[in-house]
């Protein structure tokens, strides 16, 4: 298949090219020129390094909220993923992430439908729950059961996690009005090898506190498969699905943090919590990607400093 990738020069975006170019062809498309190309950093104090990009397939320059742009990029299409957004969650930023997240995503379905487009990938977030970063209020979300699952109340409370809620509506309204094929996927916090790495040889820290991302996170080799899956997949469901791992960040026992931090959902589980069962449920995945992570914390050490 032909298959288009909006935020291609980014991290995840390098990973994506790696994983679906085994297979299918490729447009990668990005709004910045491949030597200007920089990676998310956390150690870096702008967030991001210059990582200049060598394109192994054809590559477009295109900004996601410019229709003329995108109508061309998308010529012969048949799949989009779209990656690009703006990972920005201080009402400060607000205005921009809105317009990036929000307007880029309304216009990369609209190119989508003009160019016969017949399926979109969504990247959204399990930001799009809400509360979970850039959290404004000092209370804790309110969630109704343990664990999350895709249809919970979504209660957004920083621009982010608004754009990103908003990402998926806008593509079930694409779906119901033209029919294409929306698939949005809420990523849990995606850990580069070197990060898991770390972890199993130094081991993780004790919980402390209650996690408002509910100890999230996946491998992303799995993303990657997760993403292959969701391109390849007969009939996925326009409805939010979770990629994330098979278990929690924390060294504890699942049902020890809940007993710890949130007693009062012992008596509200959905479904038993053996072990270190992860608290963002990913049995969507499984059922409609047949998403089976590989990548656990299982063995690694727990932390004695």
Do not use: C
């Not at 295109?62 to 703006?86: K, M, N, R, S, Y």
């Not at 003009?114 to 309110?142: C, D, K, M």
């Not at 294409?180 to 004790?206: C, P, Y």
């Not at 996925?236 to 060294?251: F, K, L, N, Q, R």
């Amino acid at each position: 298949m032909k298959i288009a990738i909006t935020g291609a020069a980014g991290g995840l975006g390098r990973r994506a090219t790696e994983a679906l170019g085994k297979s299918h062809e490729l447009i990668l498309v990005d709004n910045v020129e491949p030597a200007e190309a920089t990676v998310f950093d956390g150690s870096s104090p702008t967030g991001r390094r210059l990582e200049p990009l060598t394109p192994a397939w054809p590559y477009m320059r295109a900004d996601i909220t410019a229709p003329d742009e995108l109508d061309v990029t998308f010529d012969g299409v048949e799949i989009v993923v779209h990656l690009a957004g703006w990972p920005a969650g201080k009402w400060e930023d607000a205005r921009s992430t809105m317009h990036t997240n929000v307007m880029g995503t309304f216009t990369v379905y609209e190119s989508a439908q003009r160019r016969g487009v017949r399926r979109v990938l969504n990247a959204s977030s399990i930001n799009a729950y809400g509360s979970i970063y850039w959290r404004v209020q000092e209370t804790a979300p309110i969630r109704s059961r343990l664990p999350l699952v895709e249809d919970e109340r979504r209660v957004p409370e920083d621009p982010y996690s608004l754009s990103k809620s908003i990402t998926e509506d806008i593509g079930w309204a694409y779906r119901r009005a033209f029919g294409i094929e929306a698939v949005n996927l809420r990523f849990a916090a995606v850990w580069q090898e070197t990060h898991h790495d770390e972890a199993m040889e130094k081991g993780l820290s004790r919980s402390s506190a209650w996690a408002d991302d509910l100890w999230g996170w996946v491998h992303v080799q799995d993303w990657m498969d997760g993403m292959v899956a969701a391109v390849e997949a007969p009939d996925p469901t326009s409805e939010p699905i979770v990629i994330g791992g098979p278990d929690t960040t924390a060294p504890e026992d699942t049902l020890d943090l809940i007993r710890a931090f949130r007693p009062e959902f012992l008596h509200e589980l959905r479904e038993p919590l053996p072990g270190r069962a992860p608290l963002l449920s990913i049995a969507r995945a499984r059922t409609f990607l047949g998403y089976s992570p590989h990548h656990t914390l299982a063995d690694a050490p727990v932390r004695t400093d």
